[in-house]
């Protein structure tokens, strides 16, 4: 069985407001909003308005920057979309990339274990508040003193935690303490600081959900960049193989592209749990057209 999250953003209200009615009724399990200060919408505010023409839907960042994000007004916004959902928030996490996003606060960009070790932190102490704890930190990574989310308390017992990485390091960690590790298959950021390098040979993801396998035993959701319902699937990923220095059959396989008929899609669904055990997909805005009509054939691949 597979699940389908639906990653977006809101252009104007009306538009918002629809896509999230469609997305449930398509069959989507959870409405997710990607967090780049500056340059897309407050994630909480986009999911709360989400809430309250939707009942069934889960409503997620995907992800939270916790480099410029702190866990106390970070715990505030996910209790507060959880209460105004009715218990249907999720909290998606990330390390962060973007440099922008750092100087916008007046702070360095530290290099990947600074990143890694700050996006633990912020999780582990996220996750204490939410769960009612008082909570002191005094690490490089992370300075707090006696916080407590007193109000508002979250309606579920606990927020389900999605961790979004590539990293060896946090691969492991999310999986023994996240419910979903969402595997992007990013690799280097690139030089205009949104943009990613692709992590995509099959051997790459072998050794991704190795490590989150060895941490423990969450859920593994592949973040999806393209979906294409096609009849010449080799003709449309032809395009991408030279790009991505990848050969046409490697990109059939790989998990962040859903290429082909219907059951050509529904057989590389089937495929992925198989061989890596993935049981979830994000997709972005375009795939709630494309995969919307397989979302009942998907669910039971």
Not at 169 to 177: E, F, S, T, Y
Request: contains cysteine; charged residues 20%; negative net charge.
């Amino acid at each position: 069985m597979a699940d389908f999250a639906l990653q977006a953003q809101p252009t104007d209200a009306a538009d918002w407001l629809e896509l999230a009615r469609r997305a449930e009724a398509a069959g989507f399990d959870t409405l997710l909003a990607a967090d780049h200060p500056g340059s897309c919408a407050s994630p909480f505010v986009a999911l709360a308005a989400a809430a309250a023409v939707t009942s069934t839907l889960r409503l997620g960042s995907y992800v939270a920057n916790a480099a410029v994000r702190e866990p106390i007004l970070l715990a505030g916004d996910v209790a507060t979309l959880d209460v105004v959902s009715g218990g249907r928030a999720l909290l998606g996490l990330g390390a962060g990339h973007t440099g922008a996003e750092w100087d916008a606060i007046g702070h360095v960009r530290p290099g990947v274990r600074g990143r890694v070790d700050r996006c633990i932190a912020v999780a582990e102490a996220t996750t204490r508040l939410l769960a009612g704890e008082k909570v002191t930190v005094a690490t490089p990574e992370l300075t707090m003193l006696n916080a407590l989310l007193e109000q508002p308390r979250p309606v579920q017992q606990r927020i389900p935690l999605l961790i979004g990485t590539a990293n060896s390091r946090l691969l492991r960690w999310a999986g023994g303490h996240a419910d979903i590790v969402g595997l992007t298959g990013f690799g280097r950021t690139k030089a205009d600081g949104h943009q990613h390098e692709a992590r995509w040979r099959l051997a790459d993801i072998d050794a991704q959900v190795e490590l989150a396998r060895a941490g423990g035993d969450a859920v593994l959701e592949a973040l999806v960049q393209l979906v294409e319902v096609t009849d010449d699937a080799d003709g449309f990923l032809a395009e991408h193989a030279g790009r991505l220095e990848m050969s046409v059959e490697e990109l059939r396989q790989v998990p962040f592209l859903l290429v082909g008929t219907a059951d050509e899609i529904v057989a590389a669904v089937r495929a992925h749990r198989e061989r890596w055990g993935i049981t979830r997909y994000a997709v972005r805005r375009a795939g709630l057209d494309a995969l919307g009509p397989l979302l009942p054939r998907l669910a039971r691949a």
